[in-house]
C-alpha cells in the first residue's frame, strides 16, 4: 500500500476513493437534483464525471446502485458508455464517455441542409438505442434532444443517448413504475397522471421529438401542467399545413403510432423499427433547417433561464458538500468562465484542473454577475417579441384561412 492509500485509509476514505487521484476535473456540464457533472481528464482520456452527493440520496443508496449496474451491463453504439465508479467518504462518481460532438439540433444547425430522409436515419439511431435498453428491460424515460448527443466532432459520428439519471430497470417485462419522471412536455400522459408505466413512455417521447424534429415546435405546447395533460390525453395531433405540406404521409403516420394517448395502443420499438419510413425511402428531400433554426432560436430563452437555474443548483450544491478541504462542487461564480455559453454540452476546448482554472476564473470573475443577467435579460426581451410577432403571424394565416 503506498503512502497516498494509507493517507486515505486515516481519513476514513473508501478504498475505491484511490481511483479519485487518476482524473483531473474541468468544467462543469449540468447540475439535477443529487449532484453535479463534471469533465475530467483520465487514464483513457477525456470523460464525464457525475458525482453523487450521499446525504442527498439517503435511505436511496439502492438507486445509484441500481444505476451503476445498469450502466455497466449496458453496450450499444448508440448509448453512451460506462467507464468506471468510486466513491469517497460523502460522494459517489460515476465515470462514463464523454460526448463531444454536441447536441443534435445544434449540429443541425451547423449543417448546410437536413433533410426529411436525414430525420428519418437520425430517428432509426435513437430508436436502435431504446430498442436496445427495452430488450434489456431498461425504461430511459428522459427521451429528450438535449439528452441526444454526438459522440465526437466528426461528420460521420455517432448519436449516442445520454442521461441515464432517471432509467429504471424493470425487475420483470411487466413491472410497471409510479413514481414522476421525466421533462415538461416530453414526458407520456401516464407519466404526468402518475399512474403505472414502463417501456411505451420512451416510445412517446420519441414520438414527441420525431414531430418537433420534422416542423420545428411541439405537437403539445400547454404551458401548465393540468393543461399539458388534457392535451396530451386528448392527443389531437394537428399536421399545419403551412409546416408539413412538404412532409410524407409516411412520416406523419409514424408519428400517429407513436403519439397514443394509451400506452397499450401505443406502438412498441420492434414495431416502431419495422415502419417503412425509417427505410428513408418514402421520405423527401424537403429541407428542414429554416424550421430547426427557429426552434433554436426560441430555445435560447430556455438556456438562458436554465443557465441561472445551474447557477442557483450549484450553489445550493456546495452549502451541502462535507468535505470544504477537497470540494467538488465549483463556486457558481465561475459559471460563465465554466460554461459554454449556450449552456450546452458541446465540449471543443480542453480545460486544465481545478487549480489553473480556479486562477484564470478568479481574475475575470463575471459570471452570474451584470454581464450574465443582462445577457439573459435581452433574451428574454428577444423571445417575448419574437413570440408576439409569432401569435400575430398565426392569427393572420388562421384569418385568412
Known amino acids: 500500500m503506498n503512502f497516498s492509500n494509507m493517507l486515505s485509509r486515516l481519513h476514513g476514505q473508501p478504498e475505491s476513493y484511490d481511483k479519485k487521484s487518476k482524473y483531473r476535473f474541468g468544467k462543469t456540464l449540468g447540475a439535477g437534483t443529487y449532484g453535479i457533472v463534471r469533465e475530467a481528464e483520465g487514464p483513457t482520456g477525456r470523460v464525464a464525471i457525475k458525482i453523487i452527493l450521499k446525504k442527498n440520496v439517503k435511505g436511496n443508496e439502492q438507486m445509484v446502485m441500481d444505476e451503476l449496474e445498469m450502466l455497466q451491463r449496458l453496450r450499444h453504439p448508440h448509448i453512451v458508455k460506462f467507464i468506471d465508479w468510486f466513491e469517497s467518504r460523502d460522494k459517489y462518481y460515476i465515470v462514463t464517455e464523454l460526448a463531444t460532438g454536441g447536441e443534435l439540433f445544434d449540429r443541425i444547425c451547423e449543417q448546410g441542409k437536413f433533410?426529411?430522409?436525414?430525420?428519418?436515419?437520425?430517428?432509426?439511431?435513437?430508436?436502435?438505442?431504446?430498442?436496445?435498453?427495452?430488450?434489456?428491460?431498461?425504461?430511459?424515460?428522459?427521451?429528450?434532444?438535449?439528452?441526444?448527443?454526438?459522440?465526437?466532432?466528426?461528420?460521420?459520428?455517432?448519436?449516442?443517448?445520454?442521461?441515464?439519471?432517471?432509467?429504471?430497470m424493470l425487475d420483470n417485462k411487466d413491472e410497471v413504475l409510479t413514481t414522476m419522471a421525466g421533462s415538461f412536455g416530453y414526458a407520456a400522459p401516464e407519466v404526468m397522471l402518475k399512474q403505472g408505466h414502463g417501456k411505451p413512455v420512451d416510445m412517446w417521447s420519441l414520438g414527441v421529438i420525431t414531430y418537433t424534429l420534422l416542423c420545428g415546435y411541439s405537437p403539445f405546447r400547454s404551458e401548465n401542467l393540468q393543461d399539458l395533460i388534457d392535451e396530451c390525453s386528448n392527443a389531437q395531433v394537428t399536421f399545419h399545413e403551412r409546416y408539413w405540406k412538404d412532409v410524407s404521409n409516411d412520416a406523419k403516420d409514424f408519428i400517429l403510432k407513436l403519439l397514443q394517448p394509451i400506452p397499450e395502443n401505443r406502438w412498441t420499438s420492434q414495431q416502431a423499427l419495422a415502419h417503412p419510413w425509417l427505410s428513408g425511402e418514402t421520405a423527401t428531400d424537403h429541407n428542414l433547417l429554416p424550421e430547426i433554426k427557429a426552434y433554436m432560436a426560441r430555445a435560447r430563452l430556455r438556456r438562458g433561464i436554465e443557465l441561472v437555474k445551474l447557477a442557483n443548483r450549484i450553489q445550493a450544491l456546495k452549502m451541502e458538500e462535507d468535505d470544504p478541504e477537497n470540494p467538488d462542487v465549483p463556486d457558481p461564480s465561475t459559471l460563465a468562465a465554466d460554461q459554454p455559453q449556450e449552456a450546452s454540452p458541446s465540449l471543443n476546448s480542453t480545460h486544465g484542473n481545478d487549480d489553473t482554472k480556479s486562477k484564470s476564473a478568479s481574475s475575470g470573475k463575471r459570471s452570474l454577475s451584470k454581464a450574465a443577467k443582462s445577457a439573459i435579460f435581452r433574451e428574454v426581451v428577444l423571445a417575448k417579441v419574437r413570440e408576439m410577432k409569432e401569435e400575430e403571424e398565426k392569427k393572420r394565416i388562421t384569418g385568412e384561412a
Open 115 to 168: 433533410t426529411e430522409k436525414d430525420a428519418s436515419q437520425t430517428i432509426r439511431q435513437v430508436l436502435d438505442a431504446v430498442d436496445y435498453l427495452h430488450s434489456k428491460n431498461v425504461v430511459h424515460r428522459d427521451l429528450k434532444p438535449e439528452n441526444l448527443l454526438y459522440l465526437t466532432r466528426a461528420p460521420d459520428s455517432d448519436l449516442v443517448l445520454a442521461d441515464f439519471g432517471i432509467a429504471k
